[in-house]
């Protein structure tokens, strides 16, 4: 795989969180449980424990970026979908439990900026036909915990029907 974080476009307009509900996710407070918050700081490690493989474009990323103050995580999450879309046609899934627990921890942990970048920035990704090849969206289905897969039906009903996003 290349270093170069690559983005493709899929033609659909990226909105800002006040549009898509996101950023009232969960309490406000952020307090989910006794676990801690994760951030955008911190929310590549557990990834990257989950899918070491990862860690060659994570580190790119991260060189790439270095000193630029808030490093474009969306870009890295772009490079994430396509790693993972390629483990999935190689039928290299071994560890997809794993990553997907991930997914479902940002989603169920992570503060506004880490729930949103889970949903539009890797599981709208995932679903993007333009990233695709030989392999097709609901392939990772089996994968998606149960609010991962909420979010994964919400944003299918964004794109098809127009339904807006929204934390009810």
């Known amino acids: 795989m290349s270093a170069e974080i690559l983005f493709v476009s899929n033609n659909r307009e990226r909105l800002p969180s006040t549009h898509c509900g996101h950023s009232r996710l969960g309490p406000e407070s952020d307090s989910m449980s006794d676990r801690s918050v994760i951030t955008r700081e911190s929310m590549f490690e557990p990834l990257l424990a989950a899918d070491p493989s990862f860690a060659p474009s994570w580190t790119a990323f991260s060189e790439e970026w270095?000193?630029?103050?808030?490093?474009?995580?969306?870009?890295?999450?772009?490079?994430?979908?396509?790693?993972?879309?390629?483990?999935?046609k190689a039928g290299d899934t071994s560890n997809f439990a794993a990553v997907f627990d991930v997914i479902e921890e940002w989603h169920l942990r992570g503060d506004a900026y880490?729930?949103?970048?889970?949903?539009?920035?890797?599981?709208?990704?995932?679903?993007?036909?333009?990233?695709?090849?030989?392999?097709?969206?609901?392939e990772f289905e089996p994968w998606l915990r149960s609010e991962s897969k909420l979010w994964w039906k919400k944003l299918d009903r964004f794109w098809s029907k127009g339904e807006p996003l929204s934390s009810s």
């Open 66 to 88: 270095d000193g630029e103050g808030d490093q474009p995580l969306y870009l890295a999450l772009v490079s994430l979908a396509h790693h993972l879309i390629g483990r999935l």
């Open 114 to 138: 880490v729930r949103e970048a889970a949903s539009i920035g890797l599981l709208e990704d995932l679903q993007n036909t333009n990233l695709h090849d030989g392999t097709e969206p609901v």
